[in-house]
Every structure is written in C-alpha cells, then in structure tokens.
C-alpha cells in the first residue's frame, strides 16, 4: 500500500494508540483501497519519531457517521509541516520527523 496515493474520504477511525516514551502513534484504520472498493481494509497507520500531536474530536459525531465513515479527508505532512487528518467533527494533526507507515491488520 503506498502512503502517496492513500485515500481516506470515508474511512474509519477506530482508535489511536499513543506511545509518549516511544513518540510514537499508532491509528487502527478502516479504509477503501481503491474508489472502486466495495469494502474497507483494516489498517494501522503508524507515525514515528513523533514531535507532537493535537487531537479534537466529538466522539457522538464520529460514531453517528459511522455508516458512511468518519474520516472527511487527510494531507500528507512532511519534515516541514504536521499530518493532518480531518473528521466529521474534529481533525488529528500529528508532526513526526518521518512519514507515516502502513500495516495491514489480519484476522
């Protein structure tokens, strides 16, 4: 899966994981590999050597969009500038020295 050409209109967000000692933060994911998908991949997007993160959100919104996912949309950040990644109601902005990786979670 490439980190350039991810999308996350309509994608879920299940949790965040963060590891302060490690500055490292892990978000479980669910999304559409392609436009053409008919269901989503679990995923976890995992930042490292993260400088700081700034997380708001309404967790009532977030779960009533549920159906349709709960992620609007993301930009990419770099060594310049945060990751932001933007909820129905709310947005995770996530500075780290290194681009996020992708895992795939399997059953």
Known sequence: MNIDTLELHDA???GANIDYAAKQVALS????ETP???TRTRITMIFDE???ISHVADFNNLE???????INS???GSTQSPTYIYLND???AIASREPPRISLVTS
């Open 12 to 14: 879920l967000i299940h």
């Open 29 to 32: 994911l669910e999304i559409y």
């Open 36 to 38: 053409s998908s008919k």
């Open 50 to 52: 993260v400088d700081s």
């Open 64 to 70: 009533k969009n549920r159906f349709a996912g709960n």
């Open 74 to 76: 993301w930009i990419a």
């Open 90 to 92: 709310g947005m995770i």
